[in-house]
Structures are given as structure tokens and as C-alpha cells.
């Protein structure tokens, strides 16, 4: 089954704690993003990858990390965490055709980041 | 990419179908119409998309205006599993970053 599969779905942690949410997919996709979803603010793009080791900000980067060694994987990375980055984050991929047009995003089921 | 308006809720009888309207009256030649919904903090799915012309797939239809200011979001048939909010987004396929911008979207009560 195609699908874009992220871990952990449900996360509670504490200032300056180190994590990883991964997202993985297995269609083979180029392009892979991560979105953040708060309420009142709809989904913000935070980083976006459009192949393997070519990662770009999106419109809310800063206190994140990526990166994109597989085609498949796009961990997202906080480093010190706070306060202001417990959300829903969701994982999307899609694939890139001909003459530079992206096809539909598919998305994964989300993480729900608590940070204490 | 083009701003879209919605309304922000709307009701629908269970096996009635759903009509939901979208303003984009800033779009330009080359944006698309996409529309995805989200049930209840789940991912965001994708349900349509379409150019200028008509579109129908297994999920829904797509009624583009003429001059392409406006666009319905058609459910047949909705079912209580319909109940979610959707989100009608006006982008180009090269748009840079490939972001899609979600607004408030429409939040559609499927009652019995």
C-alpha cells in the first residue's frame, strides 16, 4: 500500500531535549515536506526536500533540522525544543513530472508534539 | 499562489450530496484548483484537482467556472465519514517550494 508513515504519532518531552520525527515513504517519491498545523494558523510549510541531499527552508525553518540521505526518509530534527513547537506536524511527499510540475502531496498521519 | 474564500461551516443531510464553494477570483492562467480535506487532526488527503475543464474521479466532482473565479467541491452522496473540514487551494505546479497554502477551509457537518 502507498503510504507516508511518520513516528512517533504522539510525543511529550521536555525543553532542550533533543528528537526526531521520522517520515517515511514508499512510492518513490522526489519531493518530501514537512507542515506544521496550529490552530487558528492552518498548515505552515517548515522545510522541504526536492531530491536526495537537496533540502530548502520553508516559511517557519527557524528550530528545525532535515535531512534527506535516502529517498525515502526526511527526518525532521529539533535540536533544543520549546514551548512554541508543540503541534501537529505532518510528513507529505510527491512525485515531480515532466517540465518541473509537482503532482498531488500525499500526507502522512501526523505527530502530535508536546513540549514542556 | 491566488487567496482563496470559504465559508467557514456548512450542514448536509446524510446520502444528499454536498456543495462546496470556493471564491478564487485572483487566479491566474497557469493555477490550478486543488482541493483536500482533513478529518478530525488526521493528514490531509487529497480529493481533486483541476485546470479549467470539469473534473469527476471516484471521490468527488469538480465544477469550475467559466472564467475560472469560482469552483464547487461536489460529494454525490455524503456519507457521516464525509464530516470533515476542506480546503480548496489555488496553486501552480511550479510553484517553488511545492507548498500548499492551507486556509481556514470549510468545516462540513455530515448530520443523519
Known amino acids: 500500500e502507498a503510504q507516508v508513515t511518520q513516528n512517533p504519532r504522539y510525543l511529550i518531552t521536555v525543553t532542550g531535549k533533543k528528537l526526531t520525527v521520522t517520515c517515511s515513504q514508499n512510492?518513490?517519491?522526489?519531493?518530501m515536506s514537512w507542515y506544521r498545523q496550529d490552530p487558528g494558523l492552518g498548515l505552515r510549510q517548515i522545510y522541504y526536500?526536492?531530491?536526495?541531499?537537496?533540502?530548502d527552508k520553508g516559511d517557519v525553518p527557524e528550530g528545525y533540522k532535515v535531512s534527506r540521505k535516502e529517498k525515502r526518509n526526511f527526518p525532521l530534527i529539533l535540536e533544543s525544543p520549546s514551548p512554541n513547537q508543540t503541534s501537529l506536524y505532518f510528513c507529505?511527499?510527491?512525485?515531480?513530472?515532466?517540465?518541473?510540475?509537482?503532482?498531488?502531496?500525499?500526507f502522512g498521519p501526523g505527530t502530535r508534539l508536546t513540549v514542556l | 499562489d491566488a487567496k482563496t474564500t470559504q465559508p467557514t461551516s456548512m450542514d448536509c443531510a446524510e446520502g444528499r450530496a454536498a456543495n462546496l464553494p470556493c471564491n478564487h477570483s485572483?487566479?491566474?492562467?497557469?493555477?490550478?484548483v486543488y482541493w483536500y480535506r482533513q478529518i478530525h487532526s488526521q493528514g490531509p488527503q487529497y480529493i481533486i484537482h483541476?485546470?479549467?475543464n470539469n473534473e469527476t474521479n471516484e471521490m468527488a466532482s469538480l465544477i469550475i467556472t467559466e472564467d475560472r473565479k469560482s469552483s464547487t467541491l461536489i460529494l454525490p452522496h455524503a456519507t457521516l465519514r464525509d464530516t470533515a473540514v476542506y480546503y480548496c487551494?489555488?496553486?501552480?505546479?511550479?510553484?517553488?517550494?511545492?507548498?500548499?497554502?492551507f486556509g481556514g477551509g470549510t468545516r462540513l457537518m455530515v448530520k443523519p
Open positions: 526536500s526536492m531530491n536526495v541531499e537537496v533540502t
Open positions: 483541476g485546470l479549467k
Open positions: 487551494i489555488v496553486r501552480g505546479h511550479n510553484n517553488a517550494g511545492n507548498m500548499l497554502t
Open positions: 485572483t487566479i491566474s492562467g497557469n493555477e490550478y
Open positions: 512510492m518513490n517519491h522526489e519531493y
Open positions: 507529505a511527499s510527491s512525485s515531480l513530472q515532466g517540465q518541473g510540475r509537482w503532482d498531488t502531496q500525499y
